[in-house]
């Protein structure tokens, strides 16, 4: 006999202190958080989602890449941001060579993102990329 499969979301609070608590009001408060990216050798993609009040719901990491790129489907984007009934999300990630500067495949990404974001009816909030010593590249600051 067949059966129907249920999707079943549950939230379990962690014990460990959240530092992610709280309102994001500019892009390097989270490359700051995310600092570690900056050791990585490959690169890692990471999307954080947020409430109507920008308040950091949760991250997840979406994709770990090669040395000079990392793959993420929009499908893959916005799962995580639909089932966590998040409003908006930011995407991260590091160049492992250190320069932040936009490849030609990121500008491709943001404005397949910016694409699916508005036929979600969902906020792209921002892309930072992050690279060596605390240096980051914000679309919302750069390029907008």
């Given amino acids: 006999m067949d059966y129907l499969k249920e ?3 549950q939230y379990i609070k962690s014990k460990k202190k959240n530092p992610l608590q709280g309102q994001v009001q500019e892009p390097g408060e989270l490359v700051k958080i995310f600092k570690d990216l900056e050791k990585e050798d490959k690169e890692k993609v990471v999307s954080v989602h947020f ?3 920008m308040k950091i719901n949760c991250f ?3 994709s770990i890449g090669g040395v000079d790129l990392a ?3 929009p499908r893959e984007v916005f799962k995580g941001v639909l089932l966590t009934n998040s ?3 930011i995407l991260l990630h590091n160049h492992p060579s250190g320069d932040p500067a936009p ?8 404005k397949l993102v910016q694409k ?3 036929l979600l009816d ?3 909030i921002d892309f930072i990329i992050i690279g060596d010593d605390g240096k980051f590249w914000s679309w919302r600051f750069e390029e907008k």
């Avoid at 490849?103 to 943001?110: F, G, W």
């Fill in 103 to 110: 490849s030609d495949n990121d500008l491709k990404m943001i």
């Fill in 51 to 53: 409430n109507a009040r």
């Fill in 71 to 73: 793959f993420v489907s």
């Fill in 122 to 124: 969902t906020d792209f």
């Fill in 7 to 9: 999707l079943k979301i």
């Fill in 116 to 118: 699916t974001a508005k």
């Fill in 87 to 89: 409003t908006g999300m």
């Fill in 60 to 62: 997840e990491v979406l």
